[in-house]
């Protein structure tokens, strides 16, 4: 095993053999261990995720991977921010390895093997970003057959990839409980994301009010209001913000994200939006 204990005070591993090897000497002990999945540029909210896999296992790894396959190549991945010091920094006593590979190490030369699933993908995110969810749940396959952990904990600030994720965990087999992390928030109810730090001082300002209306519309629909009407009322409230672009502001099945065929919610449902600011793509979610 030739962990890197050098650079940071927490050891990181860099190859699935050297993450195999301390995992594997933490099961000699009986102990459990929990994988949290991320690209980095950790906030607030990584942190809360990483604070659930300690309090329910022994052990913590916490994969830093701007993954190249999920996103799109009018995205954001050469820009995406990349701070594995300070992320390594903010670990500290909180994880017990980082398993920061590289791309030709997740992906070498000759690999050709996408996981790709129908049904859930499809609406939402999928329409916008159809490649995306083949990326996403290609990386998470090849991170937890890697890990083997107990446990893989992922934020429900993106909803739709927890079902995703889900789904393909239970129609493959894979051996591993998956969890969902609460959005963290800040103080005016933005959902903390990396990508907030694109925001200019206004964008900032009205990217506070997304969840606002995300409430009020699914209020609205709680209160009887058909969801078509309360969504289009908030599509309307959303652009008079000042986002540039409406994505989607859809009312859906929580788990399977189909729509409601009678226009109203007939269990247990989740409001779901993206949408544009200056540069920047948001989304948020929350129950209805
Ligand atoms: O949510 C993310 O940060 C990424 O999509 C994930 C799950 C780490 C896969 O690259």
Redesign the pocket.
Known sequence: MSLDTVSYKIPVARSAADLRAAVAEWRKEGLSVALV???GALHDGHVSLVDLARKKTDRVVVSI?V?PT?FAPNEDFSAYPRTEATDAARLEGKADLIFAPDAADMYPEGFSTTVSLTGVTEPLEGTFRPTHFAG?AT??AKLILRALPDIAI?GEK?WQ?LMVIRRMVTDLDIPVEILGGPIMREADGLAMSSRNVYLTPDERKAAGQLNVILRETADAVTKGAPISEATAEGGKRILALGFSKLDYLEIRDASSLAPFPDDRPTGDARILVAAKIGKTRLIDNMPV
């Open positions: 999945p991320t690209m991977f993954n999920q996403v990386v998470v992922f993106d990839q």
